[in-house]
């Protein structure tokens, strides 16, 4: 297996524009996770979903944050509007279970400008 | 409530020299407890992980960690660095409900 797939791996866009994370667990992961990683708040848990079903989502910073997971293969994250202060490393994560470790994607750097 | 608390922000040791990065949890229930080590631009990579069995776990690159369930503890340990080991680590638990990760620890190699 590839691994978890994020793209893009880098994005930068203009404050009030919409962006989209992507992320491609891998295969048989029943969890899927987004985190998103800053120099002020280190690693922060946004939302998971278990079998495509969003379980936790109180991390969401904000209603311009929304994520999806249509099916057990894909998910996306966006932000719309985006703002300067959303610019940071976002990650997708996936697990079999919660009995082992979770298995990162190489993240999502984002800067709004 | 469970959390994660990783004592040192910042850690600079010599090449060569051992190295211990702490990691302590408050948890109600049992935990399964991960160090995750990533490098500059990239994801967390897995360095080991207690699940069950013996308290000592041994994980690659040369590191280990020891499950102290009294001291709820889980420290990182390494007999001798390598200049490659300069990375963040991030200590994390599960509580079979969700990851909870430390705030990091960056670990300076000096040559």
């Known amino acids: 297996d590839a691994g978890v797939i994020q793209s893009p791996r880098h994005e930068v866009t203009e404050m009030g524009q919409e962006v989209t994370l992507r992320c491609k667990p891998i295969?048989?992961?029943?969890?899927l996770f987004w985190y998103r990683q800053t120099m002020m708040r280190g690693l922060e848990l946004l939302i998971y979903?278990?079998?495509?079903?969003?379980?936790?989502d109180s991390g969401m910073p904000e209603d311009r944050f929304s994520a999806k997971m249509p099916n057990a293969s894909f998910s996306t994250l966006k932000i719309q509007p985006s703002e300067p202060r959303d610019s940071a490393v976002y990650f997708c994560?996936?697990?079999?279970?919660?009995?082992?470790?979770?298995?990162f994607g190489q993240g999502t750097r984002l800067t709004v400008v | 409530a469970q959390s994660v608390t990783q004592l040192d922000s910042q850690v600079p040791v010599f090449e060569e020299a051992p190295v211990e990065l702490r990691c302590n949890y408050s948890?109600?229930?049992?935990?399964?407890l991960f160090w995750y080590v990533q490098y500059p631009n990239q994801g967390l990579q897995l360095l080991l992980k207690?699940?069950?069995?013996?308290?000592l776990v041994k994980g690659i690159n040369g590191f280990e960690a020891e499950f102290n369930k009294s001291q709820t503890s889980f420290h990182l340990r390494k007999p001798s660095v390598h200049i490659s080991d300069t990375a963040e680590y991030f200590c994390?638990?599960?509580?079979?409900?969700?990851?909870?990760f430390g705030t990091g620890t960056s670990l300076t190699v000096i040559p």
């Open positions: 979903f278990n079998n495509n079903v969003p379980i936790d």
């Open positions: 207690y699940l069950s069995g013996s308290t």
């Open positions: 948890s109600s229930v049992s935990v399964y």
């Open positions: 295969s048989g992961h029943d969890y």
């Open positions: 994390a638990v599960n509580t079979g409900n969700q990851f909870y």
């Open positions: 994560a996936s697990s079999p279970n919660l009995n082992t470790e979770a298995f």
